[in-house]
């Protein structure tokens, strides 16, 4: 059964860091994997969507990585902005499955 | 085009009561899944329509739970004799196809309390 962890649970910032988001999934055997936000009171907003064949997707301030061998992915958001307060969540789509695992999330605070 | 849409936003209901909440996915989009996330919690998987199959219920909680979808459109998410453990964010997502090369796409949920 498919896992996955979102490390930190919150992180707290100044404007302007550039900063990373980390995901974690335990089986490597994945369809895809896909970046959201979520603000509070409102549905999921999706970021990027990296192929298992795919390395990195890039959108503007983020970059999201995959490494599937280590099964993990890597949200990097640069020169962050108080804007960017949000949940960021990341969900696996696993091999033989069309239903997505969801990590529980990375709570941003950007303050100016 | 107009994103995924749910109603009502927000329902208030009485224990016991039985309740209905609705989905209209993104026109053209075969594959709809039901998601619950109660506070503190993550996204629980429910329900996925794809198309004219059988849908996978293997997330449904109980059987006070059941979902339909009509024409392969519009998605109907209802629960019965609703208890106070029911209340949470219910999210609707709807996806191009059911491979796993699709973005999901996300409504803004309904938010149920039960008293």
């Known amino acids: 059964k498919q896992e996955v962890t979102q490390i930190p649970a919150a992180l707290s910032v100044p404007e302007g860091e550039n900063l990373v988001l980390n995901c974690s999934f335990t089986?490597?055997?994945?369809?895809?994997l896909q970046w959201f936000r979520q603000d509070p009171g409102k549905g999921l907003t999706s970021l990027l969507l990296i192929q298992s064949s795919q390395r990195e997707q890039t959108s503007g301030r983020l970059n999201a990585s995959l490494d599937k061998s280590s099964g993990r992915s890597t949200l990097y958001i640069a020169a962050s902005q108080p804007g960017d307060s949000a949940t960021y969540l990341c969900?696996?789509?696993?091999?033989?499955?069309?239903?997505?695992?969801f990590g529980r999330g990375t709570s941003l605070i950007v303050h100016p | 085009g107009a994103g995924v849409s749910q109603s009502p936003s927000n329902k208030v209901t009485e224990k016991g009561k039985d309740v209905e909440l609705r989905c209209d996915p993104i026109s053209g989009h075969t594959a709809l899944y039901w998601y619950r996330q109660s506070l503190g919690q993550g996204l629980e998987f429910l329900i996925y329509?794809?198309?004219?199959?059988?849908?996978?219920k293997s997330g449904l909680p109980s059987d006070r739970f059941s979902a339909e979808r009509t024409g392969g459109s519009v998605s109907t998410l209802t629960i019965q004799r609703t208890q106070q453990e029911d209340s949470a964010v219910y999210l609707c997502a709807s996806s191009l196809a059911s491979g796993g090369l699709d973005t999901q796409y996300f409504g803004p949920g309904t938010r149920l309390t039960v008293l």
């Open positions: 089986d490597s055997a994945i369809y895809n």
């Open positions: 329509f794809q198309g004219n199959s059988a849908p996978d």
């Open positions: 969900a696996v789509k696993s091999g033989g499955s069309y239903i997505p695992t």
